[in-house]
């Protein structure tokens, strides 16, 4: 038996307009699948999905086309073995990333607008932009890169980081990144792995109003890579390493002559958070990511050439790779260094506004901050914005009302879940089709989502697993140093044998859209009544004074459940019995009876990964007894200090069952 709390408005809260519906790139994309198939598939979005799905190779065949990649040999076929894993995609098509973004750019347009803390924009032209990723390639091949060597990046989020991805693209070398937000040691548990070739690293960045050292951990991070043959620093200088701005500002600089690789020669390799051990190297290939950045950026975010894109995030995260692929489709991004809530929440909305955003990408969490702070989105002019995309985690009903009361009714807030695993969305808004507050709107094409229960039964209405049952372009490659491919069946596969099982709970609603419910490994599962955690938590942390919350449900050996939640408070709140009362109040009357708490516990802080989410199923593992040292890399975690609090509360719970089992 599973329940939900589905969303029962049939009124949607947000509906295009007839304009806006014809004016929508997905519009004319749905007259060419038309006219290619002599099936009517305008005006109505779920039989172009369910086209989309039921024909893949016909789909992306299309968007192949639609956008305009290279020609493809006579009488290929888009897809020649629809199995998962090991799908093949488009055999014998080449092409590359780099030329794909630089194809047709003018000239004197901005490709990148830089800003950070002190809020003074730097624009850098497409000619600019192609120049220096033309110096910096031809400096790798000096250095000796070639096609399947690794470049890394220690970077923040800059000019420099999207060069030198470009640059190492357009030579089919593979890229991979961290942020500087990770220390040394998070970075070399990522790039250790990979044996890269060059460094290009940055010695500082700003962040919350200061300048952050990091020469140390660059110098740390050297000693730990023997394979490198060079570092290129940024912003600093040493005897043994080259300078960024000798290297991008080269005279005489050859043109950028991208190299055309198979469809499936790596691009980059993403990895996992590294919440249950060493992070996984997932790796993805030029033609996939190519095709589903298009997809997803053109026909569901339906952003045009000139477009200007400002989305929060940190090269760490898979969002970073999504901002940058928006180039593909002559937009203009822009890359902020810095805090979102310095020196104040309102950050976002004043840099949207500064730099023009037509689109804006933010995490529930931000917004949540903003509605807490009384932070009003209206203040700031932002009549460019057309677009509020949001991701990260769950994104309940009421913070997404919160914020479309303080902006043009006109904005589309789309709600965005997907994954590092394939690096796109699986479901989201649709430029075409309602939004309804707490849901998103619809599986975005090519993607055949399902819901299933434990047996592999398709659910509708009552939570699942969220499954893929046919395979996407940008699924991985493989994982690194997986070579028997035997860690990449059982991540995916395992389960449910042919059928992507992506590891979220979700709903599928009567109108189509998706409820996301949190990680199935983190459900909580009382009395066979399951329930995800975000359906508890969203609430709760909706009162005044709680900052945030985590719900665990633990299994125990004598065949018991125990399911604690554990607060943050703010304003120096104390957990008298009245604000017990109103938590257990707040749960009952919006998530369900049967899954009050067991306990409330004050808590020093809720971990999150380095991506913002709360570390839901390594807490669960902890609690249960599991060592610290085996379970997690406390690199990944943004307060891994607080990670014994939690063991010493799981210690004093055995210790508990087993005095009442003594007695």
């Known amino acids: ?271 996992s958070s590294g919440t249950t051990g060493l992070p996984k190297g997932i790796v993805h290939g030029h033609g996939g990511i190519v095709l589903e950045q298009l997809k997803t950026s053109a026909l569901h975010l339906d952003l045009h050439a000139g477009d200007r894109v400002l989305w929060h995030t940190t090269p760490s995260w898979m969002m970073w790779n999504s901002m940058v692929s928006t180039l593909l489709l002559g937009t203009s991004i822009v890359c902020y260094e810095g805090s979102p809530t310095h020196p104040s929440t309102d950050t976002l909305w004043r840099l949207a506004s500064l730099t023009g955003a037509t689109l804006l990408g933010t995490s529930p969490g931000y917004l949540a901050a903003c509605r807490k702070h009384h932070t009003d989105p209206a203040a700031h002019d932002l009549s460019a914005l057309t677009r509020l995309a949001v991701t990260g985690s769950a994104f309940p009903a009421a913070l997404h009302r919160w914020v479309a009361a303080r902006l043009d009714p006109a904005v589309q807030i789309g709600s965005i879940s997907g994954g590092t695993d394939a690096c796109t969305a699986f479901a989201g808004p649709v430029p075409t089709h309602p939004v309804w507050a707490g849901e998103l709107s619809a599986p975005c094409l090519g993607v055949a989502l399902d819901c299933y229960d434990d047996r592999g039964r398709p659910l509708r209405g009552q939570v699942g697993e969220l499954v893929l049952r046919k395979p996407l372009p940008s699924m991985p490659l493989r994982f690194w140093n997986d070579p028997e491919g035997s860690r990449y069946r059982a991540a995916y596969f395992d389960r449910f044998p042919g059928v992507w099982r992506h590891g979220d709970w979700i709903t599928t609603t009567d109108h189509g859209s998706i409820i996301i419910h949190g990680r199935s490994d983190a459900t909580l599962n009382r009395h066979g009544i399951r329930m995800g955690s975000a359906d508890i938590t969203a609430p709760v942390e909706r009162l005044p004074y709680v900052g945030e919350a985590l719900v665990i449900g633990l299994e125990e050996p004598d065949g018991g459940y125990w399911m604690p939640l554990f607060v943050t408070l703010t304003d120096g709140r104390r957990l008298d019995q009245r604000l017990r009362e109103q938590i257990r109040d707040t749960i009952r009357r919006h998530a369900s009876p049967r899954h009050v708490p067991d306990d409330i516990i004050v808590a020093p802080a809720i971990p999150h990964t380095r991506t913002g989410k709360k570390l839901e199923v390594p807490i669960k593992r902890i609690l249960r007894g599991e060592r610290l040292e085996t379970l997690i890399d406390p690199t990944s975690v943004d307060n891994a200090d607080v990670l014994a609090w939690y063991a010493m509360i799981g210690a004093q719970r055995h210790v508990s069952a087993n005095d009442r089992h003594i007695h």
């Open 1 to 271: 038996m599973t329940e939900s709390p589905i969303n029962e408005r049939a009124t949607p809260d947000w509906t295009p307009s007839p304009e806006r519906i014809a004016a929508a790139r997905i519009s004319d994309f749905a007259r060419a699948a038309a006219d290619r198939t002599g099936l009517d598939l305008t005006g109505d979005y779920p039989r172009l999905w369910e086209w989309s799905v039921s024909e893949p190779g016909e789909f992306w065949a299309l968007v192949w086309e639609y956008f305009g990649l290279p020609e493809r040999p006579p009488g290929a076929v888009p897809l020649a073995d629809p199995s998962m894993p090991g799908t093949t995609w488009f055999p014998g098509s080449r092409l590359n990333y780099t030329q794909e973004v630089f194809r047709g750019r003018s000239d004197t347009e901005t490709a990148l607008t830089v800003v950070d803390e002190r809020f003074v924009p730097r624009e850098i032209s497409w000619a600019a932009l192609r120049s220096r990723t033309a110096s910096v390639a031809a400096a790798l091949r000096e250095l000796g890169v070639r096609p399947g060597d690794r470049v890394v990046g220690y970077l923040p989020n800059s000019a420099e980081a999207v060069v030198a991805f470009l640059a190492t693209a357009a030579i089919g070398a593979v890229w991979a990144i961290c942020g500087l937000d990770y220390a040394a040691t998070a970075a070399e548990a990522r790039f250790g792995q990979l044996e890269p070739t060059v460094l290009i690293a940055a010695d500082e960045y700003t962040n919350a109003g200061r300048r952050i050292d990091r020469r140390a951990d660059v110098a740390a991070l050297r000693a730990a890579l023997p394979s490198l043959k060079a570092t290129i620093l940024v912003g600093g200088e040493a005897s043994d390493t080259l300078s960024w701005a000798a290297v991008s500002d080269q005279e005489g600089t050859p043109r950028l002559q991208p190299l055309d690789v198979p469809f499936d020669h790596p691009l980059w390799v993403l990895f």
